[in-house]
């Protein structure tokens, strides 16, 4: 099985070296192809207006000066001689819950995975800043047993996976949830203003913790319940139940 590694935390992030080591578990035709610098919160974007320079760092590892997307983009088309098997991107540094995903780079670079046909499944450790065990834990312990029936389990096209592992010790971890994704109140996020040193105003986001409801059966729920969670996303953005009764108001 040939697996491809990619982020959006950059190719010397810790995560990267955990999902390493847990891919080796699986197989010995592990790639890498990461963006060189972080690149959190960059979403599906793709660099349009500056070229992309890739960096070889030894055999089977790359990195791109660009997005997750456009590392998943160059390798399928430039670094790999025939496809991958599977595509895991991260293990990112932080939760990618809820409405977290538009956002994340880290889940971005599975889509992207997921539009060429290939299996992809994203991955990400929830922190706990103030925890006396290491952030990367539940991942190290977890991964495998996370990822392996998710490498066999049927996907239907333009599909793919998104999971988050708990901030606890291995231990602690409660176990494994397959569940819906979440929502976030974005209304009631922070925006931080500071002056720099030449006294001109800048901004600052993502500082707080947006508030979010545990609705039953979600992502936020098991992570708050202490197990992993596994979320099937799609593609296809369309909201059906609406389509309806739009057409009448173009009716004549």
């Known amino acids: 099985m040939r697996i491809l590694l990619t982020n959006d935390d950059g190719i010397f992030a810790p995560g990267l070296e955990v999902l390493e080591a847990i891919a080796a578990e699986f197989s ?8 060189h610098e972080e690149q959190s919160g960059a ?4 660099s349009l207006n500056a070229p992309v320079r890739l960096h070889k760092h030894g055999p089977k590892r790359f990195s791109v000066t ?7 983009t160059l390798a399928l088309r430039k670094v790999l001689d025939s496809p ?13 819950l809820g409405d977290d995903i538009t956002y994340s780079g880290t889940v971005s670079a599975a889509i992207e995975g997921a539009l060429a046909g290939v299996r992809s499944i994203a991955l990400s450790q929830v922190y706990d800043r103030n925890a ?11 991964g495998v047993r996370a990822i392996g029936p998710l490498l066999k389990a049927p996907l239907p096209s333009r599909t793919l996976v998104n999971v988050n592992f708990p901030p606890l010790p291995a231990s602690k ?4 949830r397959a569940v819906r994704q979440g929502f976030h109140d974005y209304s009631r996020g922070s925006v931080v203003e500071g002056k720099d040193p030449r006294g ?14 545990l609705d039953h059966g979600t992502d936020l729920e098991a992570i708050d319940e202490g197990f992993v969670s596994v979320t099937p996303l799609q593609l296809d953005l369309t909201h059906y139940a609406s389509i309806g009764a739009l057409a009448e108001r173009y009716e004549t």
């Open 66 to 72: 660009g997005t997750p997307t456009d590392s998943v």
């Open 43 to 46: 979403g599906h974007s793709l």
């Open 200 to 213: 001109l105003p800048y901004y600052w986001f993502g500082l707080h913790a947006i508030e979010h409801t």
């Open 132 to 142: 006396d065990h290491e952030q990367f834990a539940a991942t190290r312990e977890w």
């Open 28 to 35: 010995d035709d592990v790639w890498v192809c990461a963006p």
């Open 173 to 176: 971890v409660a176990g494994i």
């Open 84 to 96: 991958p098997d599977v595509i895991l991107s991260g293990v990112n540094r932080g939760a990618n």
